[in-house]
T-cell receptor, first 113, second 114 residues
């Protein structure tokens, strides 16, 4: 079946620190992989995605590479800002899953000045 | 701008009453809509999938008589929580998919049942 395992939080970092949020998946077939961000009181916003192995998704300084060999899609950012404080969800989905998404449990990130 | 509008963004209701949540695709025709529920500090759990003009497909463990889903048009799906109880308090999010458009999420509805 399809599932996503995401590192537990919460994560607290100082501004300009390096961020890594681990995500691994199990899937039947070849799904697309996503990172969504949820700011307090808001819905999900797509942060980045990758549709096939070795693809790198990037946006707003965040990056994640679709690693088929390790079934991973770790989120990284070289220098976090206070405004990056949010909950981050790793997910798999797309046309190969009938657009049904499978989410990780979310990782809460707090960046302190 | 937002391409999926969810309304209301928050609602407080008394136990035993029913609440309707709307999910609208603003600039595309949504052939499929998904409804999710998010418990505090947990991930989103898919409740049901609805295709325009047909009955919704509910995930295991979701009571179809309690969570009524209607997808009567290509731009609107509604979720009605019937006879709401405090344990139904949660964050509900819809997403919509068109034939040629990517998947978009609404901003969610926070339901509090007192």
């Amino acid at each position: 079946g399809n599932s996503v395992t995401q590192m537990e939080g919460p994560v607290t970092l100082s501004e300009e620190a390096f961020l890594t949020i681990n995500c691994t998946y199990t899937a039947t077939g070849y799904p697309s992989l996503f990172w969504y961000v949820q700011y307090p009181g808001e819905g999900l916003q797509l942060l980045l995605k990758a549709t096939k192995a070795d693809d790198k998704g990037s946006n707003k300084g965040f990056e994640a590479t679709y690693r088929k060999e390790t079934t991973s899609f770790h989120l990284e950012k070289g220098s976090v800002q206070v405004s990056d404080s949010a909950v981050y969800f790793c997910a798999l989905g797309g046309a190969n899953t009938g657009n049904q998404f499978y989410f990780g449990t979310g990782t809460s990130l707090t960046v302190i000045p | 701008g937002a391409v999926v509008s969810q309304h209301p963004s928050w609602v407080i209701c008394k136990s035993g009453t029913s609440v309707k949540i709307e999910c609208r695709s603003l600039d595309f025709q949504a052939t499929t809509m998904f409804w999710y529920r998010q418990f505090p500090k947990q991930s989103l759990m898919l409740m049901a999938t609805s295709n325009e003009g047909s009955k919704a497909t509910y995930e295991q463990g979701v009571e179809k008589d309690k969570f009524l889903i209607n997808h009567a048009s290509l731009t609107l799906s509604t979720l009605t929580v019937t006879s709401a109880h405090p344990e139904d308090s949660s964050f509900y999010i819809c997403s919509a998919q068109g034939e040629v458009s990517p998947l978009h999420f609404g901003n969610g509805t926070r339901l509090t049942v007192t």
